[in-house]
C-alpha cells in the first residue's frame, strides 16, 4: 500500500480502490492487531458536518475491500468475513 500515490498493489498489480475503502484499509493497517471501532472509522473519514448514512457507506467500503469469495455473509446491519 502506497498512500502517499493513494495506491494498492497486489504481487505489482495496481488494484482499483476507491477512496474510501482505501482510506478504511489505511486505517486498519496502522492499527494492527487491534480493534477499530466504527465511531473511529467514522471520525477519521467523514467530517462532522458531514451528514450521510454512515453505516450504509461504511458497510460498503467494507464490502469492496473484500473479494466476494471472501465473504460469508452481508446485510445492512453486518459484514461476516473470513480471515486469510
Known amino acids: 500500500m502506497d498512500v502517499r500515490a493513494g495506491e494498492l498493489r497486489k504481487h505489482g498489480v495496481r488494484l482499483k480502490v ?8 489505511r486505517i486498519l493497517l496502522e492499527h494492527p492487531g487491534e480493534v477499530v471501532t466504527r465511531e473511529e472509522l467514522q471520525r477519521q473519514i467523514w467530517p462532522s458536518d458531514t451528514f ?3 453505516d450504509r ?6 464490502k469492496r475491500l473484500v473479494p466476494p469469495h471472501h465473504r460469508i455473509a452481508y446485510s445492512q446491519h453486518q459484514a461476516a468475513l473470513v480471515h486469510v
Open 18 to 25: 476507491q477512496d474510501q475503502p482505501f482510506r478504511v484499509l
Open 52 to 54: 450521510v448514512d454512515f
Open 57 to 62: 457507506g461504511l458497510n460498503n467500503a467494507v
